[in-house]
């Protein structure tokens, strides 16, 4: 079965103050891991896709790492309005139903200070 | 830009109510989800559709079925709506593909909060 665990559950951070969150995932063959970000009351909004160990994408303060059992997502110099819930989530190598499905961690809830 | 839209964002029904949920995507996506989003559970998956008149079952299908009569639309039906069906449901969409940007990826909706009494 796959598995994704994210931490820490919670993160508060001083604006400006860089930091790491972590996604640890099992899978039966990773076709892709995905990052979103959630505000309270709104869907997911998706940021990066990584295919492959070594892979890295970026996205202004935001930098996104893959390794074969984790990945990571950086936030370098963050402001406030970074303030969300980042959901982590994976897509096995397709077969049976598996078709497309995505199964999330429980996210990690940051919070940025002024 | 996606867009994957739905039909409310909050909704209020009685026990035993019928409720349709409605999700429609303008990028001629062939798969679509349903989630339920709940405090400390996560995202769900409730039920995917990889074309029209295709359905599967996710996680979580008790008590919920869905249709999909066209590309770009897909219901999610509570035939008769509980208190523990309580819940933010979610749509997705995602293309199929072997190779190119950001294949796979599922872009969502708004969401709809929906509480049952």
């Known amino acids: 079965e796959d598995q994704v665990t994210q931490s820490p559950e919670a993160l508060r951070l001083q604006e400006g103050e860089s930091s790491s969150l972590n996604c640890s995932y099992t899978?039966?063959?990773?076709?892709?891991l995905f990052w979103y970000r959630q505000d309270p009351g709104k869907g997911p909004e998706f940021l990066f896709t990584?295919?492959?160990a070594g892979e890295e994408k970026e996205k202004e303060r935001l930098k996104a790492t893959l390794t074969k059992k984790e990945s990571f997502l950086h936030i370098t110099a963050p402001k406030p309005e970074d303030s969300a819930t980042y959901l982590c989530?994976?897509?096995?190598?397709?077969?049976?139903?598996?078709?497309?499905?995505?199964?999330f961690g429980q996210g990690t809830i940051l919070t940025v200070h002024p | 830009d996606v867009k994957v839209t739905q039909s409310s964002r909050y909704l209020v029904k009685r026990t035993g109510e019928k409720v349709f949920l409605e999700c429609v995507q303008d990028?001629?996506?062939?798969?679509m989800f349903w989630y339920r989003q709940d405090p400390g559970l996560g995202l769900r998956l409730i039920y995917f559709?990889?074309?029209?008149?295709?359905?599967e079952k996710g996680d979580i299908p008790e008590g919920y079925s869905v249709s999909r009569e066209k590309k770009e639309r897909f219901s999610l039906i509570l035939e008769s709506a509980s208190t523990n069906q309580t819940s933010m449901y979610l749509c997705?969409?995602?293309?199929?593909?072997?190779?190119?940007?950001?294949?796979?990826?599922?872009?969502f909706g708004p969401g709809t909060r929906l509480t049952v009494l």
């Open positions: 997705a969409s995602s293309v199929t593909g072997t190779s190119g940007l950001n294949t796979d990826t599922q872009y």
């Open positions: 899978v039966s063959g990773l076709r892709g």
């Open positions: 990584l295919y492959s």
């Open positions: 989530a994976v897509q096995a190598s397709w077969g049976g139903t598996s078709y497309g499905k995505l199964t």
């Open positions: 990028m001629d996506h062939e798969n």
């Open positions: 559709s990889y074309d029209v008149k295709m359905k």
